[in-house]
């Protein structure tokens, strides 16, 4: 008992301090006392420009170089940006399904998904489709970034994990099935599960042939990847998207991203399929569930808006004031976070804590309202 006791004093002495030498000559041993002093002094200046250290600044903001651009479908609708350390040092680690928020020069923020090599850990990927009537992120990004510029990002982050079977899930089998830009998340996916030998199959589908980004990269993997598109094959089936499903109790996995209309006609047609898991993202807006209508003021102007029973606080707010921010339109980055002064908030998101809540804090891209007028604080 009184050995255990000794040995326990003896490991709680501070482990920072030179350790007795061997031959207990000194109550230090003096190379060791060297050693750490070396040590010491080193680090400080080592630290910052250790290959192995963190680049992300404090707020977890980088600022990359943009060194490669380029055009990713043949309509050129569709680029990819190819982002570094300026120092070329390694970046923040992610894994497939995960996404950066873009700060643009103009303010605006933007998530896009990282569709590069995991593996490759001094560059990030992107790629951006041009949405010609959209909030104009997609514009700044087409035409504004060019290689050498800088661009601040946030991130890596993922709410699309790719869950490998036999590492979290039963599935033995994977189903990817994109839609047109959402082969983004889809792309590292179906090379992570090609690289692990896991037994996947694959459907792309888009409007035309010219269309669809990464059609090249996509063919190294034969017919594994089925390639459809509408203005030939016409539009697919639920079945068509899913495939053959096991016949024996191997189970299956499907993800997929790509427009709202098929994600929600995928769900409906595996609502009893408990042998299928699926896991998706959207790249628009989910569709507004029991919406009713309301109001909506600003506080700082007394202007009144009326929200639709179809549409976002979000979309009502930037009719009036088109500088209000946002960026997923999901309710989980936060980016769209306005705080209220009257009216009972209907909570639609899963980002804020209930201490928010309770702060007066909503997310106007999802959530709604319980009363019949909601007041912002812009
Ligand atoms: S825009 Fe992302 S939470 Fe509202």
């Not at 690289?195 to 990464?214: E, N, T, V």
């Amino acid at each position: 008992m009184t050995i255990m006791t000794n040995n326990s004093a003896r490991h709680a002495i501070d482990l920072s301090t030179e350790p007795p030498q061997l031959y207990g000559r000194f109550r230090r041993d003096p190379l060791m006392r060297l050693l750490t002093g070396i040590g010491k002094v080193w680090f400080p200046f080592w630290g910052p420009v250790s290959p192995l250290r963190d680049p992300a600044a404090d707020d977890g903001v980088l600022t990359l170089d943009i060194i490669d651009r380029a055009v990713v479908a043949v309509d050129e609708n569709v680029i990819a940006l190819t982002f570094a350390a300026p120092d070329r040092s390694i970046l923040p680690e992610w894994h497939p399904g995960a996404h950066l928020d873009l700060l643009l020069p103009s303010g605006r923020m933007r998530e896009y998904s990282l569709c590069g090599d995991p593996g490759d850990r001094h560059t990030y990927r992107i790629a951006v489709r041009r949405i010609p009537d959209g909030g104009g992120g997609s514009i700044e990004v087409h035409d504004g970034l060019r290689i050498g510029d800088s661009i601040q990002i946030k991130g890596p982050r993922n709410a699309f994990p790719l869950v490998l079977p036999g590492f979290g899930s039963a599935s033995r089998k994977l189903r990817f099935v994109a839609a047109g830009i959402g082969i983004t998340p889809i792309l590292p996916m179906v090379a992570m599960a090609d690289r692990y030998g896991l037994d996947w199959s694959m459907i792309y589908s888009g409007r035309s042939a010219d269309s669809i980004p990464f059609a090249e990269e996509l063919a190294q993997y034969g017919d594994k990847v089925t390639v459809r598109t509408d203005d030939v094959d016409g539009l697919p089936t639920m079945a068509e998207l899913v495939g053959p499903t096991p016949d024996d109790d191997a189970g299956l996995s499907v993800y997929t991203c790509g427009p709202v209309p098929m994600l929600e006609s995928l769900r409906t047609f595996l609502t009893d399929r408990s042998d299928i898991e699926l896991h998706f993202e959207r790249f628009s807006p989910p569709p507004i569930l029991d919406g009713t209508e309301f109001q909506v003021t600003i506080a700082s102007t007394g202007r009144t808006e009326t929200v639709a029973a179809d549409e976002s606080v979000l979309t009502a707010l930037r009719r009036v004031d088109p500088a209000v921010p946002y960026s997923c339109q999901q309710g989980f980055c936060g980016t769209c976070r306005l705080k209220t002064s009257a009216g009972d908030v209907d909570h639609r998101d899963t980002l804020l804590t209930q201490p928010e809540r309770d702060e007066g804090w909503f997310l106007p891209c999802v959530s709604r309202c319980d009363s019949e007028s909601l007041t912002v604080e812009i």
